[in-house]
Structures are given as C-alpha cells and as structure tokens.
C-alpha cells in the first residue's frame, strides 16, 4: 500500500525556517512523477504552493517565491519543502501529493505550521 507522511510542522516565529517532510512508503518515490506541496489556511482553499518534477524541476506559487524550495532525494524516498522567511499567514495545514503516470493521485494527512508575529 502507497503512503505519504508528511513531517517537521511546528510552531515557530515570524522570520524563522522550518523543512517539511513527506516521505513515502510501499512504493519508491520514482513511483511518482511530479510531486507537490499544497497549502491551506484555515477557513480557506487547499492550494498548491510548490512542484517538483521527476527530472528536479521547480515551480512555486507566487506567495512563496524567493522563500520556500522544494526538493526530492529519491534515494530516501523523500520530498522536502524548506521555508524560510516564514509569515503569519503562512500558517496553516501542508500536505504532500504524488501523482502517478497513470493520473492518480496519492495524498498525505498533513502537518500543520503554525508562524507566531
């Protein structure tokens, strides 16, 4: 069975960096092509923050440009997501996604980062 855990949410205070993990189990992480990170606020939209590609191609929304950097090392079988530069209204819940070749998709449950000003 495919599985996606996300990890290293927290509380942490305005300016401040935390990484988040997703790590994948039952399948290798090559599994996937592009993975992303999303994000939602509370009382708002899940939306998608960052992507990377099989080949280590990133895209970022707007909102993160500059700050955040998602990476994978397919070796461990884990997509990281550094955030630096953190702010108040990145507070929220990020979730990880796999999506296969065959266009299905896998999700994590979620880990909450929580920026204090």
């Known amino acids: 069975q495919v599985q996606l855990v996300e990890s290293g949410g927290g509380l942490v205070q305005a300016g401040g960096s935390l990484r988040l993990s997703c790590t994948a189990s039952?399948?290798?992480?090559?599994?996937?092509?592009?993975m992303d990170w999303y994000f939602q606020a509370p009382g708002k939209q899940r939306e998608l923050v960052a992507t990377?590609?099989?080949?280590?191609?990133?895209t970022y929304a707007d909102s993160v440009k500059g700050r955040f950097t998602v990476s994978r090392d397919n070796a461990k079988n884990v997509m990281y997501l550094q955030m630096n530069s953190l702010k108040p209204e990145d507070t929220g819940v990020y979730s990880c996604?796999?999506?296969?070749?065959?266009?299905?998709?896998?999700w994590g449950r979620g880990t909450q980062v929580t920026v204090s000003s």
């Open positions: 996604r796999g999506n296969t070749p065959w266009r299905t998709f896998y």
């Open positions: 039952g399948r290798s992480l090559q599994f996937f092509n592009a």
């Open positions: 990377v590609s099989s080949g280590g191609s990133t």
